[in-house]
């Protein structure tokens, strides 16, 4: 196992752990195992234990599941958790590039300047929102 710090956590366990983060509110076992189509509610219940043993996860008085800290996962490091939602990080560069390049089709200065800049802020945007919708994807549990 890594350090307390950062445990090692992958597989169904991950994916049980990025759940709950996104759900954000307490969850019991057979409510869990449904919702992530799991084969059986002992199967979610040794993976929440499991998180329970990493001080991911703590069980409240009603026996229910909630997250006790936010680990930096591989995959949860390009993500901000705001108000029951995790938003990737790169969504804001890509909000921030469509507009520059709207304003540069809008508003441009001379011709050349204004090609240059265009070209430069339309491959930006493809690239920033093709990396949002992939690591959006990684995080709902599809391939990509």
Known sequence: MASSEHPSISGTTLKIYLFLVRYGRPIGVRELQRKLGLSSPSLAAYHLNKLV??????????????????????????????????VPRLLFYAIFATIITFFMIVYGPSLEAFLIALVTLVVMSFALWYETIRVWRLLRGKSY
């Open 53 to 86: 043993r990493l001080g991911l996860v703590e069980k409240d008085s009603e026996g229910r599941y909630v997250v006790k800290r936010i680990i930096g996962t591989p995959l949860l490091i390009h993500f901000m958790k705001l108000p029951g939602i995790l």
